[in-house]
T-cell receptor, first 114, second 110 residues
C-alpha cells in the first residue's frame, strides 16, 4: 500500500526530549504538510512545504521544526519547547498547490508524554 | 479570520433516512471547500470537493455563498456511511492550506 507512510505509529517522549516523526511519500507530490489533531478539534496546520529546501510555518508552529531535504521526505521534530505535545499527528501531501488539489493523508503518529 | 464550523459533534440517523451534515465557513475571499471522511481504521481521505460538483457514494454538497454553508447530504443513509466527516476550506496562499472544521461523527443505526 503506497502513498504516504508515517512512522512510528506510537511514540513516547520524556520531559525535555526532542522526538522526530517520519513522513515519506512515493506519490511524487511537490507539497507536504503536517497537522496536529486534538480530541474534539479539527486538524490544525503546523508546517507545510511547497518544494524541496523550502517550508513555511502554519498556524501552530511554535515548539516544532521541520526539514525538506528530499522531495519524498518531510520529518517533523517536536522539541522540548512544545509544552503540550500529546496529540495525534497527521502528514499529508498534494500534487500541486493550486486550488482544488486534494491532500492525501498518512495513518498518523500518536505522541504521548511519559 | 478564516474559520470552518461544524455545529454537530455527533449525528445519529437510521438506515434509509436522509442525512445532512452541516458546515458553515467564514472567509472573505472566494471559497474552495472540501469534505474529507475517515472510516474506522482507515486514513483520512477526500470525499468530494466543491469545484467538481460531483456525487460520491451518493453524497452531494452545494456551496451556498449567501448562507456561507457547504452542507453534506445523502438522501438514503447506509450503514457503511458511519464515519468521521470533516469539512475543510482551502486557502491558496503560496500553498494550498486547509482550514478544517471540528468534525462530525456520523453513526447510521440499523
Amino acid at each position: 500500500d503506497g502513498g504516504i507512510t508515517q512512522s512510528p505509529k506510537y511514540l513516547f517522549r520524556k520531559e525535555g526530549q526532542n522526538v522526530t516523526l517520519s513522513c515519506e511519500q512515493n506519490l511524487n507530490h511537490d507539497a507536504m504538510y503536517w497537522y496536529r489533531q486534538d480530541p474534539g478539534q479539527g486538524l490544525r496546520l503546523i508546517y507545510y512545504s511547497q518544494i524541496v529546501n523550502d517550508f513555511q510555518k502554519g498556524d501552530i508552529a511554535e515548539g516544532y521544526s521541520v526539514s525538506r531535504e528530499k522531495k519524498e521526505s518531510f520529518p517533523l521534530t517536536v522539541t522540548s519547547a512544545q509544552k503540550n505535545p500529546t496529540a495525534f499527528y497527521l502528514c499529508a501531501s498534494s500534487f500541486g498547490t493550486g486550488v482544488g488539489q486534494p491532500q492525501h493523508f498518512g495513518d498518523g503518529t500518536r505522541l504521548s508524554i511519559l | 479570520a478564516q474559520r470552518v464550523t461544524q455545529p454537530e459533534k455527533l449525528l445519529s440517523v437510521f438506515k434509509g433516512a436522509p442525512v445532512e451534515l452541516k458546515c458553515n465557513y467564514s472567509y472573505s475571499g472566494s471559497p474552495e471547500l472540501f469534505w474529507y471522511v475517515q472510516y474506522s481504521r482507515q486514513r483520512l481521505q477526500l470525499l468530494l470537493r466543491h469545484i467538481s460538483r460531483e456525487s460520491i457514494k451518493g453524497f452531494t454538497a452545494d456551496l451556498n455563498k449567501g448562507e456561507t454553508s457547504f452542507h453534506l447530504k445523502k438522501p438514503f443513509a447506509q450503514e457503511e456511511d458511519s464515519a468521521m466527516y470533516y469539512c475543510a476550506l482551502s486557502l491558496v496562499q503560496g500553498a494550498q492550506k486547509l482550514v478544517f472544521g471540528q468534525g462530525t461523527r456520523l453513526t447510521i443505526n440499523p
